[in-house]
C-alpha cells in the first residue's frame, strides 16, 4: 500500500510542477500585457471550468500536464481577433518574450532550489564532493569498507539460474559460493587506509585495486593505517572473475580479490543551517545542472540498452526512466522509509525538465526562444547592411522539423515508458 501511495505521490508533484510551469508562462505573459486566454491543468475532455476576466481555468481529465494559450504566439497563428492583434506574443520585444517563454523552466529551477533548501536543513544533502562512481573513487585515499560477505563468481556460475539468483540477491557464507571476505578474515577493517600491498606501494584507491588484481593468488602482505598506526597484515587473496575496472560490462577474466571495496570518513549526507542550507542548496542544484547535462548527452547511446532491456537483458540503472519509472522509485523511496530519496529524484526531475524545455528545439521554450532571438540578430544586421528588414520567420517552413522532434520525443518516451513497466529500475534490492 505505501509502494502505490508514495508513486502516486510523487505522480501528483510531477502533475503539480507541470501546472506550475504553465502558471510561470500565464503570469509572466499577463504581467506582460499579452493576452492569456486558457489555463488548464490536463490534457483531453474538459472535467470542470470557469472564467476569470479575459481568462478560462478549468480540469481536464487526462493528468499528463498542462497547458497556457497565449494569443499571437506566432505571426502564423490564425486565430487572433482583429481586436487582439495588438496584444499578440510575437508582437512584444524579443527581451519580454524571452522572460515569458523561459518561465515555466524558471519554476522548475526555483522548485528544485525549495525543495533542496528544506532537504538541507531537515534530512540533508548528499555530499557533492564525494566520488559519485567507481571511476571517480579510484583517485580518492585508499580507504575501505570490509563487507561480511563475498560471492564468488567463479562458484556462482556452477549453480543453477535459480540458485544463481538467489547468490545474487542474498549472501550468506558457506552456501551457493558464498564465503567470509578475505580482508575480513585477515582482520582489516572499515576505514582502514592502505599503503602498500605486497612490495607495491599504494597511494589511492585506483592503485590499490590495481595491486590487488595484480598479485598472486594466496598470503599477501598489506599495509595498513589505523587510527593513526601502522600495521601489517597478510591477505589470503583468491582468484575470482572480475570485469575490467575501466570497463564494467567488458569481458570478465580471473584477477586476485580481497573483498573490499571503497569507503570515507567523510559524511555522505550534509545537514546545514537555515542560512547555509541557501549556499548548499545552490551548490547541489548546479551539481545537478551539470550532471543533466551529462546525461542528456548520453541520451543517445542509451537507447540500445533500452531496447534490450525491453527484449530481456538485465536492466542499466543509468538508463533514462520516464514519469512512470520515476513515480515508481518515489513509491519504493515512501515503502523503505526513506523520504529523502523521494525529494532527491523530484528535484533532479525538475532541474533535468527544465534544462531540456530549454534546448533549441521545436515545439520546445527554447526553440521559441531560439527563433526569437534569431530574428533580432538578423534585423540588426540587415540594418548595419542597409539593408530592408527580412521580417518574421515562417513558422510553416519548420513545420516538417518540428514533427521531427515531436515523433522523436514521442518514440522515446514511449520506449522508457515501455522499458519501465517492462523491466524497471529498482534502487532498493
Request: aromatic share 10%; with cysteine; glycine share 10%.
Amino acid at each position: 500500500m505505501l509502494f502505490w501511495l508514495g508513486a502516486a505521490a510523487f505522480a501528483l508533484t510531477i502533475l503539480v510542477s507541470v501546472s506550475l510551469h504553465e502558471l510561470g508562462h500565464m503570469i509572466t505573459g499577463k504581467r506582460f500585457g499579452m493576452k492569456v486566454t486558457q489555463y488548464f491543468v490536463g490534457f483531453g475532455p474538459t472535467i470542470f471550468s470557469f472564467k476569470r476576466g479575459e481568462t478560462e481555468y478549468g480540469l481536464k481529465a487526462i493528468p499528463l500536464g498542462g497547458f497556457c494559450k497565449i494569443v499571437g504566439m506566432t505571426p502564423q497563428d490564425d486565430d487572433v481577433l482583429p481586436e487582439d492583434q495588438p496584444r499578440a506574443m510575437w508582437r512584444f520585444p524579443v527581451w519580454k518574450r524571452t522572460i515569458v517563454m523561459s518561465a515555466g523552466s524558471i519554476t522548475h529551477f526555483l522548485l528544485a532550489l525549495a525543495g533542496a533548501w528544506v532537504m538541507a536543513v531537515s534530512v540533508g544533502l548528499p555530499n557533492i564532493h564525494l566520488p559519485q562512481s567507481n571511476a571517480d573513487q579510484r583517485s580518492y585515499p585508499a580507504m575501505i569498507h570490509v563487507g561480511d560477505c563475498l560471492s564468488v563468481q567463479t562458484e556462482v556460475k556452477k549453480l543453477d539460474a535459480a540458485a544463481q539468483k538467489t547468490a545474487t540477491e542474498t549472501c550468506v557464507p558457506g552456501t551457493n559460493g558464498a564465503i567470509v571476505p578475505p580482508a575480513k578474515t585477515a582482520g582489516l577493517q572499515d576505514l582502514d587506509r592502505i599503503t602498500r600491498v605486497g612490495t607495491t606501494p599504494v597511494a589511492n584507491y585506483g592503485q590499490l585495486t590495481d595491486a590487488i588484481r595484480a598479485s598472486k593468488a594466496g598470503p599477501t602482505e598489506f599495509e595498513v593505517i589505523r587510527d593513526g598506526q601502522t600495521k601489517v597484515l597478510s591477505v589470503d587473496l583468491i582468484s575470482d572473475e572480475r570485469a575490467p575496472v575501466e570497463d564494467p560490462k567488458g569481458a570478465v577474466s580471473l584477477v586476485s580479490v580481497a573483498g573490499i571495496s571503497w569507503d570515507t570518513d567523510q559524511p555522505y549526507v550534509v545537514q546545514y543551517g537555515p542560512l547555509g542550507a541557501v549556499k548548499g542548496s545552490g551548490e547541489y542544484g548546479w551539481y545537478l545542472v551539470e550532471n543533466s547535462f551529462k546525461a542528456m548527452g548520453k541520451i543517445p547511446q542509451k537507447i540500445p540498452a533500452l531496447w534490450n532491456s525491453i527484449t530481456g537483458d538485465e536492466r542499466d540503472p543509468d538508463t533514462p526512466i520516464s514519469v512512470i519509472g520515476a513515480s515508481r522509485l518515489g513509491g519504493e523511496a515512501i515503502e523503505k522509509g526513506v523520504p529523502e530519496v523521494f525529494w532527491q529524484i523530484f528535484i533532479s526531475l525538475n532541474v533535468f525538465i527544465g534544462l531540456f524545455n530549454l534546448l533549441p528545439l521545436l515545439p520546445l521554450d527554447g526553440g521559441h526562444i531560439a527563433i526569437a532571438w534569431y530574428e533580432r540578430v538578423r534585423s540588426l544586421l540587415y540594418r548595419r547592411l542597409r539593408r530592408p528588414d527580412p521580417g518574421r520567420v515562417d513558422y510553416y517552413k519548420l513545420m516538417p522539423l518540428t514533427y521531427a522532434v515531436i515523433l522523436i520525443g514521442g518514440a522515446f518516451t514511449l520506449l522508457t515508458a515501455t522499458a519501465d513497466i517492462i523491466n524497471p529500475i529498482t534502487i532498493f534490492k
